[in-house]
Nanobody, 121 residues
Framework: QVQLVESGGGLVQPGGSLRLSCVAS????????MGWYRQAPGNQRELVAT???????NYADSVKGRFTISRDNAKNTGYLQLNNLRPEDTAVYYC???????????????WGQGTQVTVSS
């Protein structure tokens, strides 16, 4: 009953910026944590950033100081601001959310389909 839809990816030059969005829809009672992972060709999927319901955040060392994760609980939406992008940031970025549904008793994790970020001259 839940879908996560990412948007905002694209092609950008080194040093540029992008803003990714993740909109969760469905019979959502509450979203606990949200976050972003990324996967580059030939690499494993890696954690980029997470944000808890009240706003506490964690970042991978490789993106600290450059990326900012945020959320709008009223809109069931998460964001990732990517600044000072580097070629090594090129990857498919995936949104996830830990959600409990109306009438549910357990938290479950949901994933979006991903949005491509390409950093190249």
């Amino acid at each position: 009953q839940v879908q996560l839809v990412e948007s905002g990816g694209g092609l950008v030059q080194p040093g540029g910026s992008l803003r990714l969005s993740c909109v969760a829809s469905g019979s959502i009672f509450s979203i606990n944590s949200m976050g972003w992972y990324r996967q580059a060709p030939g690499n494993q999927r890696e954690l980029v950033a997470t944000i808890a319901y009240a706003g506490s955040t964690n970042y991978a060392d490789s993106v600290k100081g450059r990326f900012t994760i945020s959320r709008d609980n009223a809109k069931n939406t998460g964001y990732l601001q990517l600044n000072n992008l580097r070629p090594e940031d090129t990857a498919v970025y995936y949104c996830y959310a830990r959600i409990i549904l109306y009438g549910g008793t357990e938290w479950s994790d949901y994933w979006g389909q991903g949005t491509q970020v390409t950093v190249s001259s």
